[in-house]
């Protein structure tokens, strides 16, 4: 008997879960042929360090690719990272399982760990996207966008003549500037440090029991930009953004659209002084404690002893601030998102690019309850 599951379909590919006799199949169906070969290339050069399903077939197959992997157990709200941070509270099994990934990635990090010219990392995430015709590009280069407030429009482009009061700290956004910073800084061809890892660590890239999945990323990454690309997702991305505008990517996990309200961030006031061009906004900034507890394990366990052996004595906050700008902005184009999301997101990148940035406070990581082995 052949059992063909129902599609699940995850930005451009389609996912479809197969059973025969005795196997367990996921068939990926890709219409980019270059991001397939890339995936291929990604699975092989993963599968030497990290647990990764087993890769039965890839074709050619008329207009696309597809690729046929050995399927791991799961379920309705079961079988991902995504299931274990949308739980009510931090069990046992999410500690445990922070501790093995962040101990896999510490010593896999730290054994394959070299300074690397940035046209030779994988490029997708970063580089790609600030580069000219890149998604900055795409999305920011002709858009008029606005930022509402008290029944105020905003236009981005004006935002550097006012001063924005954020949660009573006074600072500014100079909307072109930081583009044109962002794409500066990836145009810099001066080495980064860059290891073997997945690229693109998000809670459902991440089995239970662990295991990586997704691999069009997979390689040599520069290891800020993994850093900036979990403590982000975690913490912005997967609870509040993605759930909010991609639900159907969680049908077979839907605890974690249930459990929207608790990550998402909720303005508490908010005014204009037009005649002094100052905008006021109070907001709160909500994170579920199974998500606390992930960004702090892999804060300690991870990336405190990598940064020691990587950059010691160097500000990690500003090490951090450009890969965590280009998350917030390269993700989502934000003339796509509601005006209050809009806001938030603005908010959140002004935090970042503020000389007071902390990423302590920023990604709510906590004391260590213990330190790594």
């Not at 042929?33 to 087993?54: F, I, K, N, W």
């Not at 500066?184 to 001066?190: L, S």
């Given at each position: 008997m052949i059992r063909i599951g129902r599609p699940r379909r995850f930005?451009?590919?389609?996912i479809v879960p197969v059973d025969l006799p005795g196997k367990r199949l996921l068939v990926k169906y890709n219409r980019?042929?270059?991001?397939?070969?890339?995936?291929?290339?990604?699975?092989?050069?993963?599968?030497?360090?990290?647990?990764?399903?087993?890769?039965?077939?890839s074709m050619r197959v008329p207009g696309g690719y597809v690729m046929v992997y050995e399927r791991l157990a799961g379920g309705r709200d079961n079988g991902l990272l995504v299931d274990l941070l949308s739980a009510d509270g931090v069990g046992e099994e999410l500690r445990v399982y922070l501790d093995r990934l962040t101990d896999a990635?510490?010593?896999?990090?730290l054994v394959t760990a070299v300074l690397e010219d940035p046209v030779r990392v994988v490029r997708?995430?970063?580089w790609d996207r600030a580069a000219p015709g890149g998604r900055l590009d795409s999305y920011y280069a002709k858009a008029q966008l606005a930022?509402?407030?008290?029944d105020a429009e905003i236009p981005f482009d004006d935002l550097g003549a006012w001063t924005l009061t954020i949660n009573s700290q006074d600072t500014r956004l100079d909307w072109q500037a930081t583009l044109k910073d962002l794409r500066?800084?990836?145009?810099?061809?001066?080495p980064v440090w860059a290891a073997l890892t997945q690229g693109d660590p998000t809670d459902v890239n991440l089995a239970v029991p662990l295991a990586w999945f997704d691999y069009d990323t997979a390689g040599t990454n520069c290891v800020l930009g993994e850093f900036a690309n979990f403590l982000t997702y975690v913490t912005t991305l997967g609870g509040w953004l993605v759930p909010t505008y991609n639900p159907a990517a969680f049908a077979d996990h839907p605890a974690v659209v249930d459990r929207r309200p608790d990550n998402t961030p909720v303005v508490t006031k908010q005014s204009v002084e037009a005649a002094r061009r100052s905008l006021h906004i109070a907001y709160e900034s909500r994170l579920s404690a199974p998500r606390r507890a992930a960004v702090t394990a892999y804060w300690h366990r991870l990336v405190l002893p990598v940064a020691a052996r990587l950059w010691p004595g160097q500000d990690l906050a500003?090490?951090?601030r450009p890969y965590v700008a280009m998350r917030l902005l390269g993700v989502y184009d934000l003339g796509d998102l509601t005006p209050t999301d809009r806001l938030l997101v603005?908010?959140?990148l002004v935090e970042a690019l503020s000389p007071y940035f902390d990423p302590i406070t920023y990604f709510h990581i906590e004391e260590a309850p213990c330190l790594p082995h």
């Open positions: 930005t451009r590919n389609l980019d042929l270059d991001e397939a070969r890339q995936e291929r290339r990604g699975h092989e050069a993963l599968r030497s360090r990290y647990r990764v399903p087993a890769l039965h077939a990635y510490r010593e896999n990090i997708k995430l970063y930022l509402s407030l008290a500066t800084h990836f145009e810099n061809a001066g500003a090490l951090l603005i908010v959140r």
